[in-house]
């Protein structure tokens, strides 16, 4: 089983959204910054990654640490890697997932 990089790429508020069905004063994810980075190994979310997003990505994490690839069919240039964001409608965000062929042992 291989190590799993997990980068925070973008962080997005749909405004419109959070405006008819959001709290007031809601915004920007707070828990996570563009840039931040995790390692999985594979089967455990790192510490400080959202569990709501953990919920989101972690079949494919745990698929790219096995050697699992291409999951987006055609949609990445490299086959070892997914984008893939939280489930939040109002502030996703958005991370990148790369196999690291480092051993999680």
């Known amino acids: 089983m291989k190590k ?20 007031k004063g809601l915004s920007l994810c707070e828990l996570h910054q563009e840039g931040q980075v995790f390692v999985s190994n594979g089967w455990e979310k790192p510490e400080g990654l959202c569990e709501s997003a953990w919920q989101c990505m972690s079949s494919f994490v745990f698929a790219l640490s096995h050697g699992g690839r291409d999951f987006l069919k055609d949609w990445m240039k490299d086959k070892n890697t997914a984008v893939i964001s939280c489930n939040d ?12 062929g480092e051993d999680s042992f």
């Open 89 to 100: 409608g109002c502030r996703p965000v958005v991370f990148l997932l790369e196999g690291t």
């Open 4 to 23: 799993v990089r997990i980068t925070v790429i973008k962080r997005t508020f749909n405004e419109d959204v959070s405006e008819n069905y959001g709290v």
